[in-house]
């Protein structure tokens, strides 16, 4: 039997049986070391943490948790255990979930994905003014080592330990959070080296709403279309400034495109003075999609007085 098989047997017999499965799957760091003594015995051959192909053997992928890059959180997607790298790197199934926590600590649970955050913690967030993200934030930040987020947030072994047997509420409203936790938090502070109160919610949201900005930075292209059709590049900003162009592909016009979008990606809008008009959104994983509109004169061009209509989309070169 190939190494490949011998691990794939285990997870089939073993990890399927439930009350095997309910042990295994306990959160601790015997977990996390049993699973990557069982990844490094499969070998170069087997690749069981997908290094460098962003997938493995059984078709997990790998997934990035930033508030600045987050090392030292513990994760647990249904079976795959571990602790996030330097690069904040886990692993997940597709359509599965993860849960993060420290020591006994759940920090939440949420979606797999190949980018996740504080707001893919929290159920219905889409940005940072969330209550949960918000406190999730505020959390990693105070644990953070040196409590500088600009070199990664690193979550060491000392602060995981004095986690165990302890309990935080990230549902509480952000203005009690500190007070109503404060125990847990001062003593996952103290077994920081840099120590120091609970980093604040403004402190938090405006360090979480940078990192989603930034998350959505880049240069994008793609194409529009319906009553006119053409294409379009954009450049975005670390602050959520959108500069570009658009060609139309039926008159050979070309338009300025200035724009801004938010945090949550969600309200992408895109104007060219008396051009089109562009009103979307765009993900983190960098694709975009949306409609767009252009009104005759004289808040557009004069056709007989027509507006025009389409979509577009594009992805981040």
Known sequence: MGRVSILRFFQNRFLRHRDFRNWFLRPGPWAAALVSTLVLAVGPTGCAVGVGTGNNAFGSRE????????????????????????????????????????????????????????????????????????NIAAFLLTIDDDRDPTNGIQITDSVRQAAKGLSINFTDPPSVFPGLNGAALGTLSAATTAGGSTVSAVTAQDHLHKTLLGLLAGSYKGEYSGDDAGNWEIEIDADGNVTGTAVS??????????????????????NSGLGPSFDGAITVDG???????????????????????????????
């Open 63 to 134: 997934g990035t948790f930033i508030d600045s890059t987050v090392e030292g959180i513990e994760y647990n997607a249904g079976g795959l255990i571990g602790t996030t790298d330097e690069t904040g790197r886990f692993l997940y199934d597709p359509g599965g979930t993860v849960t993060f926590f420290v020591g006994d600590i759940v920090v939440g649970t949420g979606p797999g994905a190949a980018v996740m955050t504080p707001v893919s913690l929290a159920e219905g967030a889409v940005d940072e003014t969330n209550g949960t993200a918000t």
């Open 249 to 270: 592909g039926n008159t050979a016009e070309d338009f300025t495109l200035t724009g801004t979008v938010g945090s949550s990606g969600t309200d992408l809008q895109i």
């Open 287 to 317: 694709s975009v999609s949306g409609s767009w509109q252009r009104l005759p004169e004289p808040g557009g061009f004069d056709d007989g007085a027509v507006t025009q209509f389409g979509t577009f989309t594009g992805i981040r070169e």
